[in-house]
């Protein structure tokens, strides 16, 4: 049986946020970790000029209140370009100053192995999800669309709990989905300069910016993108999907814990929001 989520206006206030994705899906986030300090309150639904969120699970760390939400709030006969909309305008609400999202990506350089992890420092927006905004108040600056403090903390994190893991850096190839690349495809963005790719970065990188957060994710490699070696199998993608739902969660709250302990440097995140240029004449 369904269980009923009465629709709330009231939006809790929070700096902290997490997004979930396909490398936490298989599993209650947090709560199957069973770690000490991590206490789950409730979910939530709130209503938003896009429809009714996702629902959000409210949580705390170490007494820090966190907003988490499942599959990048992907839900059936949503477009995923609202489920967005509703995820960062209920975050904006909260106040969230900081963000941390995961997600499994396909490899196209050959250095990358599966169950490692990479965390994006640019990006190449190829979905047809652009035009995706709260508001026309702002003008993006995507300079450094990932924030540099923010994975420089869940590099240290992933260090502590997986020593023997590779965490490196690269480009994040956005495509639409819902299905994966074509070999051409591959060879496509491998030729403009495409490391990994994935569905889920973009608008969410735009959608933080506008918001004046901070974002940065850690990505699971699950398989080898089309004509990238040998083919993968359905079999080991699952594997690796359900093996390593825990690992990524517990970086996750390790993060979480990092962020809250000690006071990031000042980073230029906040700064590359600019008020638009675009104004209507008086």
Known sequence: MKKSISIENKIPKANLAFIGGSSTY???FPEDLKLLGVKVL???????PFGDSPEFKLFKIDGELVHTVRMHGWLAGISRADASRQIFWVLEKAGVNTILAEGGVGAIRKDLELSHFIIPDDYID??????????DKYLLIMRDPI???LSKIITKASNKLFPERKVTRGVYAVTDGRHFESRAEVRMIESIGGDVIG??????IYLAREIGACYAGLYLIVNRAEGVGTDWSHKELRTIFYQEAMNVGRIIVESLRRIKQKQRK??????LRKKTLLKSPL
Do not use: A, M, Y
């Not at 409730?42 to 938003?48: I, L, P």
């Not at 979905?127 to 508001?135: A, G, K, N, Q």
């Not at 000042?266 to 700064?271: N, P, R």
């Open 126 to 135: 190829l979905s047809l999800r652009r035009d995706i905004h709260l508001s």
């Open 42 to 48: 409730e979910g939530k639904v709130f209503s938003t």
């Open 147 to 149: 924030c540099p403090e």
């Open 199 to 204: 569905q889920s970065l973009c608008p969410e």
């Open 266 to 271: 000042e980073c230029q995140c906040s700064k």
């Open 26 to 28: 298989s599993i209650n």
